[in-house]
C-alpha cells in the first residue's frame, strides 16, 4: 500500500522526514524532491566496480547547464529525507520524463531506515538543459509489514552526492583471478 499525501504529512516527524520541507511540493500521493546544484562524473573512460574510480565536480549554474547523452552524471536531492518503518521509493517526474530526462538508472528503490540526501543517476536521450533547485523526482513510501530490520550499510548518513561504493564488497584482498566472495550490505 502506498501512502497518500495526506498520510505523508501526518507522519512527518515521525516515522519519516523531509527537510527541508515545503507544503507546495506534496502531491496526491508523493512528495516532490528537488536537483541540488551539483554534479559529479566519472573521470574513467572504463568504470572498474572493484576500485574506487575517479570522479570531478560540475556545478550547474542559476541559467542552466545542458547534459549530454551517453553520459552518466550523477545529482542530488536538495531534501534530506529519514524513513523508519516504510520503503521509500523514487521515480522521475512525468515532466521531466517527457524530456527524455531519466532520474534514476536502477537505484529508485529506498530501505527503512535510510537517512540521507538521494543520489540521482541522471541520464538523457538528447540534450537538456537543467537547473538547480528544478522538482526532478517525487518520492513515495510503500507501507511495510512484518519485523522491520533498517538500513545501516554504506550510504547511511550521507552528505553528499555518492558514486558507487561496490568495490568495498571487494576486500582490499580481492584477487582477480579468483571467485568473489561479496558482503553483500
Keep these: ?90 521515480e522521475g517526474r512525468s515532466s521531466i520524463g517527457r524530456l527524455g530526462l531519466f532520474v534514476h538508472v536502477t537505484a529508485g528503490f529506498g530501505d527503512a531506515g535510510f537517512s540521507g540526501f538521494w543520489t540521482l543517476e541522471i541520464s538523457c536521450i538528447q540534450p537538456v538543459r537543467i537547473y538547480p533547485g528544478v522538482p526532478i523526482c517525487q518520492i513515495f513510501y510503500h507501507e511495510l509489514t512484518g519485523e522491520v530490520s533498517e538500513y545501516t550499510s554504506k550510504y547511511q548518513h550521507n552528505r553528499d552526492i555518492q558514486p558507487s561504493k561496490l568495490f568495498q564488497e571487494f576486500g582490499d584482498d580481492h584477487d582477480p583471478q579468483l571467485p568473489l566472495q561479496f558482503d553483500n550490505k
Aim: glycine fraction near 6%; aromatic fraction near 4%.
Design 1 to 90: 500500500m502506498i501512502l497518500s499525501g495526506n498520510e505523508i504529512r501526518r507522519r512527518l516527524g515521525g516515522d519519516l522526514q523531509i527537510t527541508p520541507y515545503d507544503e507546495a511540493n506534496l502531491n496526491p500521493n508523493s512528495y516532490n524532491l528537488c536537483l541540488h546544484n551539483e554534479l559529479i562524473v566519472y573521470e574513467e573512460v572504463v568504470l572498474d566496480m572493484a576500485k574506487e574510480n575517479r570522479v570531478r565536480r560540475i556545478e550547474i549554474p542559476a541559467d542552466g547547464l545542458v547534459i549530454s547523452p551517453n553520459r552518466l552524471y550523477l545529482g542530488r536531492t536538495v531534501e534530506k529525507t529519514t524513513t523508519h518503518n516504510l520503503v521509500p521509493q523514487i
